[in-house]
């Protein structure tokens, strides 16, 4: 058994050699799959056919064009072409391949902006997240229509600068997180947020600024001596964006008060940084669920593939029974395959959706458990005590709940006994605090480093990612 686990450790102890994989850092690794995957997806992934590509190009391009507000608004007459035309071509329904014809294609790049002809468009109830939420895409696709560039022009600016924001972020978070790093990295390279990058949708800021956010937050508890301001500034911009660009992971900040107490001067001092920590992001995304609340949703019916959806009945009938709303909460988790399908979706569905083999969930699954042995051992102080494991175990559930709600109040239909919705992409978000709340072994694995390890589980999410998209699109 000896001479047969040796065989694979000696051929990749060469291969080793020659790459110099003994000594790449994790986020270097990641950076590199993460940007083959990205320019290779951009090119595969037809435009507006990257799930709700066309909702949240609608709204990145209102913002853009100065509409903050969840309200009916005039955009440049080659917009509404645009949503409509791509609409027609790829309607609700529409099964793979997802791909237009050349003629299509002609017809959609012919499409000029028309700024000149404004027409009123109604907002979707698809995305009606914060304005932070497309930070990346905002400023070129503003800087675009000021060039007066063609609406399928703004649409590829929004696709890259999301994907070159979300990179960063990400690789930052790796390079900063105070233990598996590589772990982390492979989380990061999964076929969800490698497909999810390369599409215009929020998600592309909000997995990166989780995972900064996070990386953040747990540097911090493991450090020791006075907390820098510039540290602490840092940590308050990226809980702000957190909370904004997804308002469902708004108390994952209460988890700074696990900082230890003596990294602050004074009583005060750790006082007024929880509150920088926390109180704007909270403040903010709670504002902006209650204009929602008031304004656009205050009318609002709507259809979904769940059915009829009208909010305003729906958080009634949560307010006047609360219990029954527990009832329903409870039927979906437990009476359904609620959380086997969201573990499913986590490790391999994406875009359409559409789904990787079972057997790349099984490899991944070992891969994961590889890098935690082989993850060096470094102990993580607070990290690895109970109660602040059970308060970011804690904040996560809550976190599901939030989610869980929002989709029986925007997407699930009226008098539903099941919400309907739900997606293992939301857990990403909450990757980080799983992934750094366990401590590695440091103990490679026949042989294999972790650095070995994460390019296995690189190629494998690349080419799994890769081929269901070819067949996809």
Known sequence: ???????????????????????????????????????TLLVM???????????????????????VQIAPAAMPGGIQQMLELTDKLLPEGTEAPYRFTPEQGAQLRSIRLERERPAIVPPNAIAVLHPIAYLPQVPVMAAGMRLDLSPLTLFWLGRVAGLAVGVVLTFWAIRIAPRNRYLLAAVALMPQMLFSRTTLDADQLTNGVAFLFLSLLMRELVEEGPMRARRLVALAATAFVFAQAKSAYLLLPLLALAIPAERFASRRHRVFAMALIMLPGLIGSVAWMLTLRNGYFAHAAYQTWSGVVVPDRQVQAVLSSPLGYVEVLLRTVFTTAFIPKAIFDFLGAFGPPVS????????????????????????????????????????SLVSVVIILTLLYVQWTRVGAPLIDGFNGRYLYPLAPLAVLMVRGKGEPLFRFSAAHWLCVAGVLSLGATLWVTAQTY
Do not use: C, S
Request: charged share 15%; glycine share 12%.
């Open 356 to 395: 990787v083999p079972l057997w790349f969930d099984l490899a991944i699954i070992n891969l994961f458990v590889a890098l935690l042995v082989a993850e060096p051992q470094i102990a993580g102080g607070p990290l690895d005590r109970l109660p602040v494991r059970l308060a970011a175990g804690g904040l």
């Open 1 to 39: 058994m000896q001479h047969l686990g040796d065989a694979p450790g000696e051929a990749l102890e060469l291969g080793g050699k020659l790459f110099n994989l003994e000594r790449a850092r994790p986020e270097y690794i990641f950076l590199f799959f993460a940007v083959l995957a990205g320019l």
């Open 45 to 67: 992934v037809t435009p507006f056919a990257g799930g709700n590509e066309r909702m949240n190009y609608q709204r990145a391009v209102l913002i853009a064009d100065g509409h």
